[in-house]
C-alpha cells in the first residue's frame, strides 16, 4: 500500500500549489502595512490590501481573508471590477489553507466571471488555474483537465510570462499523470527558465520540486534528492516555512527502507507545519506517511533494534503511534472532504489492528476501506479517460504551433520568391526547386501523421479491453463473496483464516490495481496474481476442486507479458467447467514452460467440456460475467499490433477423457534493464 500511495502523494503536493503566491518577508509585510496606514480609499488602497494578503495567506490565512474581505468591499464601493476579481481569487488562495475547503470555489467562479465580463485574459488564466487546482486536490481530474486546459489557451493570449509560466508546469503535470517522464521535464524546464527570468522564487522553487518530484517516479533518487535540496533552500532563503516542510515530507521517500531516516525528515517536516497550520493539506499527508512509518518499524520487527533512543522499544507503543497519526490525518481527511485520502486511512489503520492480533477491527476498518474504494473506482476510470483526452488535447496544440511555424516559413518564401523574380531567371529555377522539396516534406508529415493516427488507435482500443479485463477481475459479486467469506470465519472464530484471507484478498487486489496500470508487466507478479486468484476461488468454493501451478522459467523477473490475459482462461476453467461436475472431483492444471523462444501457458481442467457447459452456463448461479474468448483474441490482435517480434497465439480443445485444455503463446519481450 505505501508505494502505490507514495505516487499519489506527490502528485497532490505538486497540484496544490496556487498561481498567485508572492514573494514573503517581515520587510516586505513592514513596508506594504506602512503604506496602508497611509493610503486613501481608492484603487491604490485595494492593491495593496491584495498584495498583503498574499503576503499572510501561507502563515496567517485569517488575517489575509480579513484583508481580502476588505479589499472586495471597496471595490465594490469603487465600482473596480479588475480589483474585485483579484480579491476574489486570493481569497478563495487563502481559504484553501484552512481544513473545510467549503465555499472555495464561489470566489474562483466569481472572478472568473468579472473576467469574462471584462475580458481580462491574465485573470482568467489564473481563475480557470485555480478552479483545476481544486477539483485536482478533490481527485477530479476530469474537471481539473478542462480547466487546465483552459487557463492555458488564455494564458498565451495574455502574453504574461508567468501565467504561460504556469500553463507549461500543467502540462507537465498531465504528462506525469500518464508517466511521460520525458515530456513532464521538457515541459517543467520551459517554466523553470521563465521564472528565473522574471526573478519568481516562489515558482522556481515550486518547479524544481515537480522537477524532484518526476526524478523520484523514474526511479532516480540521487538526481531526485538534488532538486528536493535546491527547493527548499529557496524556500528557506525567502522564509516559507511551509514551502521547506513540503520539500522535507517530499524527500523522505526517497530514502525507503531506511525508516529511521524517513522518520527523522516526516518529523521535521510536521513540526514546521504544527508551527504554521496543523490542519494544512499536507500536514494531513506527511501525518498518514509517519503513521505507516512506525507501522513499517513495527511490521519489520524492528522495535528496540533501531538507533535512534526516542523510539519505542515496544512493538505494541510503536503501532501506538502509528495509529495516533493516522487518525490526526483521518481526522483532517474527512474533514476536508477528501475520499482517496480517508480510504487510504482506513486501509492502513486495518494493517495496524491486524498487527495486534484485533481482527475484528482490521475487518470493519478494511470494509470501510473497501467501500470508499468501491466509490472511487469509476471517478478513478473517468479520470484515466480525462487524461487521455487531455493528451489528446495538447498534441492539437503542438500540431497547432507546428503548422504556425510553417505559415511563417511559407511568407518567408514568398518573400524570397518575389526578390529572386526581380534579380534573374534563376531566381525562378530555384524557387521551383525548393517547392518540390517542401511538397515532399509535406507528404511525409501527411504520411507520419497517418501512423501515429493508427497508433493512437490501436493504444485506445488496448486501453478498452484492459478496462473490461479489470472489471472481469473485480466484479462486484467476487469482492462481496470474499468479504462474507472473511466475516463467517470471523464469526465462526477462526482469525487465523480471516487474516490469511484479508492478506490474500488485499495482496491480489494491489496486484491488479498495479498491473492495470502497464501494458506490459513482470512476469513474476503475474504468475503471482494468477495463483492468488486460484487459491480465492478454491477457498470461496470450499474446496470444490484442487489446482496446481507449475513453471520452469527462473529469470520471470526480468520477462514481461500483458496484465490479466491467462486469468480469464483459469476463470472460465472453473466456471464453466469445474463447476459443473456432478462429482467434485475437480483438478486445476496451469503450466508455463519456454518453448522455441516463446512463453506458453496451458490451462487444463478435467470438467464437463465445452458443449456440455453451454448447457449450463445461462443458469450458472456463481458466474454472471465472464470476459469471453471473443475478447482475448481481440486483446491477442492488439497486442500482435504492439510487440513486433514474435506473433501471440491462443487455441483451445476438448479433451479425450473430459475437460478443455487451454493454450497461450506468447512471444518473450525482455525489460530494460539500467545501469
Excluded at 520487527?301 to 533501531?306: C, D, H, M, Q, R
Excluded at 477528501?338 to 480510504?343: G, L, P, T
Excluded at 507479458?561 to 472460465?572: C, D, F, H, R, T
Amino acid at each position: 500500500m505505501l508505494n502505490s500511495k507514495l505516487s499519489l502523494i506527490i502528485g497532490l503536493l505538486f497540484l496544490g500549489i496556487c498561481t498567485s503566491a508572492q514573494q514573503r518577508g517581515r520587510k516586505a509585510i513592514d513596508s506594504l502595512e506602512a503604506k496602508l496606514r497611509t493610503a486613501k480609499q481608492d484603487t491604490n488602497r485595494i492593491k495593496i490590501l491584495h498584495a498583503l494578503g498574499m503576503e499572510y495567506q501561507y502563515d496567517d490565512y485569517k488575517k489575509a481573508i480579513n484583508l481580502f474581505d476588505e479589499g472586495i468591499k471597496l471595490s465594490r464601493k469603487l465600482d473596480w471590477r479588475y480589483g474585485l476579481g483579484y480579491c476574489y481569487i486570493g481569497r478563495g488562495e487563502a481559504m484553501s489553507h484552512k481544513a473545510d475547503k467549503t465555499g472555495i470555489l464561489e470566489y474562483y467562479e466569481k472572478a472568473l466571471d468579472i473576467a469574462l465580463r471584462i475580458k481580462d485574459k491574465g485573470l482568467e488564466a489564473q481563475a480557470y488555474n485555480n478552479i483545476g487546482t481544486l477539483y485536482s486536490n478533490q481527485g477530479n481530474l476530469v474537471d481539473a483537465m478542462e480547466n487546465y486546459l483552459l487557463s492555458f489557451k488564455a494564458a498565451e493570449l495574455s502574453k504574461k510570462d508567468n501565467l504561460i509560466a504556469t500553463g507549461l508546469l500543467n502540462l507537465g503535470l498531465v504528462n506525469f499523470k500518464q508517466n511521460n517522464f520525458a515530456k513532464a521535464h521538457e515541459y517543467q524546464q520551459q517554466a523553470l527558465k521563465i521564472y528565473k527570468k522574471i526573478n519568481n522564487y516562489e515558482k522556481v522553487a515550486n518547479t524544481l520540486g515537480a522537477i524532484a518530484n518526476n526524478y523520484a517516479m523514474e526511479g532516480k533518487p540521487k538526481e531526485a534528492e538534488k532538486y528536493y535540496l535546491q527547493s527548499v533552500k529557496v524556500y528557506q532563503e525567502h522564509g516559507n516555512k511551509i514551502g521547506q516542510a513540503i520539500g522535507l515530507s517530499e524527500m523522505a521517500i526517497l530514502y525507503v527502507p531506511d525508516y529511521e531516516k524517513i522518520l527523522s525528515y516526516q518529523l521535521k517536516a510536521q513540526k514546521i507545519f504544527e508551527e504554521i497550520n496543523p490542519k494544512h493539506y499536507n500536514s494531513m499527508m506527511n501525518l498518514g506517511n509517519i503513521g505507516y512509518t512506525y507501522l513499517n518499524i513495527a511490521r519489520d520487527g524492528l522495535a528496540g533494534k533501531t538507533k535512534n533512543p526516542d523510539l519505542p522499544k515496544n512493538k505494541m507503543q510503536l503501532l501506538d503511534l502509528a495509529e495516533r497519526d493516522i487518525r490526526k490525518g483521518l481526522g483532517i481527511s474527512i474533514q476536508s472532504k477528501s475520499k482517496d485520502w480517508e480510504s487510504y486511512f482506513y486501509g492502513t489503520l486495518a494493517e495496524v489492528d491486524e498487527q495486534r492480533g484485533n481482527f475484528k477491527n482490521a475487518y470493519d476498518n478494511f470494509k470501510k476501506y473497501s467501500e470508499l474504494n468501491d466509490s472511487l473506482y469509476s471517478q478513478q476510470m473517468k479520470n484515466k479517460i480525462a487524461r487521455l483526452e487531455a493528451q489528446r488535447e495538447v498534441d492539437l496544440r503542438d500540431k497547432q504551433i507546428e503548422l504556425n511555424t510553417l505559415k511563417f516559413k511559407a511568407y518567408k518564401l514568398y518573400f524570397a520568391i518575389a526578390a529572386i523574380l526581380l534579380v534573374a531567371l534563376i531566381g525562378v529555377f530555384l524557387f521551383r526547386s525548393r517547392l518540390r522539396g517542401l511538397k515532399l516534406k509535406h507528404y511525409l508529415e501527411n504520411q507520419e501523421a497517418e501512423r501515429r493516427a493508427n497508433e493512437l488507435k490501436h493504444l485506445n482500443r488496448l486501453c478498452e479491453s484492459e478496462l473490461k479485463a479489470i472489471r472481469s477481475q473485480m466484479n462486484p459479486h467476487f469482492i462481496f463473496n470474499v468479504l462474507n467469506s472473511i466475516e463467517y470465519y470471523i464469526m465462526d472464530s477462526e482469525p487465523a483464516m480471516a487474516a490469511k484471507l484479508i492478506q490474500k484478498f488485499a495482496g491480489l487486489s494491489r496486484l491488479i490495481l498495479e498491473n492495470s496500470t502497464q501494458s506490459m508487466v513482470a512476469l513474476d507478479k503475474e504468475w503471482k496474481a494468477l495463483k492468488l486468484y486460484a487459491e480465492l476461488e478454491a477457498m470461496r468454493f470450499n474446496d470444490e476442486f484442487t489446482y496446481s501451478f507449475e513453471s520452469n522459467i527462473t529469470h520471470s523477473n526480468i520477462l514481461l507479458v500483458p496484465p490479466m490475459l491467462v486469468q480469464p482462461l483459469i476463470e472460465n476453467a472453473i466456471h464453466h467447467g469445474l463447476r459443473n461436475l456432478k462429482e467434485k472431483n475437480g483438478i486445476l492444471r496451469v503450466k508455463l514452460e519456454e518453448l522455441e523462444g516463446q512463453l506458453v501457458f496451458t490451462v487444463e481442467d478435467n470438467g464437463v467440456g465445452l458443449e456440455a457447459s453451454k448447457s449450463t452456463r445461462k443458469v450458472n448461479p456463481f458466474k454472471e460475467k465472464s470476459i469471453g474468448l471473443e475478447s482475448i483474441s481481440d486483446r491477442l490482435e492488439m497486442v500482435n499490433n504492439i510487440i513486433e517480434n514474435g506473433k501471440a497465439v491462443f487455441h483451445l480443445v476438448e479433451n479425450e477423457t473430459g475437460g478443455c485444455t487451454a493454450v497461450l503463446k506468447l512471444p518473450k519481450v525482455f525489460a530494460q534493464t539500467t545501469e
